[in-house]
């Protein structure tokens, strides 16, 4: 089953609000959407601004 995460980040990748889990439908639009195999703690990961891809700070 596959993790969703919906995030906005500042200017340099960093995190700044996030809305993740199994069976979610955000209230509103937000920067970015990935999808995760497995559940990840979003606390731990930044956006690179250059690739957009998520990745381990």
Do not use: H, W
């Amino acid at each position: 089953m596959g993790y969703l995460v919906f995030c906005d980040t500042d200017e340099l990748g960093n995190i700044t609000d996030a809305y993740a889990g199994v069976n979610i439908i955000p209230s509103r639009q937000y920067d970015y959407f990935f999808y995760m195999p497995n559940e990840i703690d979003i606390m731990q990961y930044k956006v690179d601004m250059e690739s957009r891809q998520l990745i381990l700070k």
